[in-house]
């Protein structure tokens, strides 16, 4: 089975859980790297608690302990890489930024980890179940950090004011699935300045007598 290296392990508040003791850093990041690598390999269908647990090196009653179906392992999981999206969108300056979130959808997905959302992903089109997962979880996330980063600009007039975000999001997440998951073509810097440009040009405020 293949091993997965990601860094980061905070869950999303919505899926962290309490019960039984306190769990080992180490296993709770092992266990969530076995979810994703399974999951990329042989899909939501075929992943057990048992697989999962021989993958992560612990016991099947470790993992009850902490999650009650292979279903939440998979919510945590998502969420703990859609998680990093958000990364470096600090500087206060939209293009910077907006470059910064793309560069990380770009990074998660051509990882391992984002085979495996491809894979969830394909699958929710046949799969009730896998749908509401995926749309509870990573779609959440995956919005949260562009949203609130097109708001807050939108209010310094830097964006048409028809600008909806949510759209925006959408163009950007569809255009690079698109890409990896419909055509499997590799991404890079160049789809990053790609889809960049092509976002900016779209939503921004232009000067007069601009083209």
């Given amino acids: 089975m293949m091993a997965l290296t990601m860094a980061g392990t905070t869950t999303a ?10 769990r080992s850093v180490d296993a709770h990041r092992r266990i969530l790297d076995a979810t994703l690598a399974i999951c990329a390999i042989e899909g939501f269908r075929d992943l057990t608690i048992e697989s ?4 992560a090196g612990v016991g099947k009653s470790t993992i009850y302990r902490h999650w009650r179906s292979k279903k939440e392992l998979v ?22 930024d907006l470059r910064a979130f793309i560069a990380n959808l770009v990074a998660l997905l051509s990882s391992p ?19 509401t997962l995926v749309a509870a979880t990573w779609d959440v ?9 097109l708001e ?11 600008i909806d975000p949510e759209r925006v999001s959408e163009a950007v997440f569809g255009s690079l699935f698109m890409r990896r998951i419909i055509m499997g073509a590799s991404l890079g810097e160049a ?14 405020v232009r000067s007069p007598g601009g083209a």
Avoid at 13 to 22: H, Q
């Fill in 13 to 22: 508040p919505e899926v962290r859980r309490k019960r039984g003791r306190p």
């Fill in 113 to 131: 980890a984002g085979h495996a959302i491809a894979q969830l992903v394909g699958e929710a089109q046949a799969n009730p179940a896998v749908a």
């Fill in 75 to 96: 919510q945590e999981a998502i969420a703990r890489e859609s998680l990093n999206l958000g990364r470096n969108m600090d500087s206060g300056d939209l293009e910077k």
């Fill in 141 to 149: 996330h995956r919005r949260g950090a562009l949203v609130a980063l």
């Fill in 152 to 162: 807050a600009h939108r209010s310094e007039q830097q964006i048409r004011p028809t």
């Fill in 52 to 55: 999962v647990a021989r993958t």
């Fill in 191 to 204: 789809d990053v300045n790609a889809v960049s440009d092509l976002v900016l040009h779209g939503m921004l």
